[in-house]
């Protein structure tokens, strides 16, 4: 996480989320990225911890789950590609990088 300070709960609801199955995660991530999406800090740090959960089990063999959070982090990264503008992007941007 490179010493970047967790604004929301994401990481830990998809966490918990991942105890009941892809199913969990996936309406986690629905119910996150749909009453979100409008915040840019917030939306930032949804597609920031899907990278890392990805990254979590890519890195422990999990490939079910990685590849799920792979899906999950591209939609919501081409969404803020897509929609976000002006300072907000370029908030998204630089927190990203």
Not at 37 to 64: D, P
Not at 65 to 73: F, G, I, K, Q
């Amino acid at each position: 996480m490179d010493g970047y300070e967790l604004k929301t709960t994401f990481y830990d609801d998809f966490t918990i989320a991942e105890a009941f199955g892809t199913k969990a995660i996936e309406d986690t991530y629905r119910r996150a990225f749909e009453e979100w999406k409008t915040n840019v800090v917030y939306i930032t740090e949804l597609v920031m911890v899907l990278n890392w959960k990805l990254w979590h089990h890519w890195n422990a063999g999990r490939t079910e789950m990685a590849e799920l959070y792979d899906r999950l982090w591209k939609e919501a990264d081409r969404w803020c590609c897509d929609n976000l503008k002006g300072e907000d992007l370029s908030y998204f941007y630089s927190t990203t990088d």
